[in-house]
Every structure is written in C-alpha cells, then in structure tokens.
C-alpha cells in the first residue's frame, strides 16, 4: 500500500472498520450492546 492515496486509505480503513463491526455483532444478544460496542471501538480509533 505504498503508493495508495489518503482517500484510497482511508476507504480501506473505514470499510474494515464496519466489517469488524458486523463481524462482533452476533457476539451480543441486545441490538443496544452492539451499537455501544461499535461506538467504543470509534471512540477508541479516534482522534
């Protein structure tokens, strides 16, 4: 990914990003602990 763009990055980033969310959604039985848990990991990732 050496010559990738910043856009072209970032695309990557934010489409692994919903796959793990996806992916670990099942992993919770309330649809509320999911989003929580997917709103924790953006607020980790964050700036």
């Avoid at 990055?9 to 989003?35: C, D, H, Y």
């Amino acid at each position: 990914m050496a010559g990738a763009s910043i856009e072209t990055t970032l695309e990557l980033w934010a489409s692994s990003l919903r796959e793990v969310k996806a992916r670990m959604r099942p992993l919770f039985a309330q649809e509320r602990a999911a989003v929580s848990a997917g709103l924790f990991l953006d607020g980790l990732l964050s700036d």
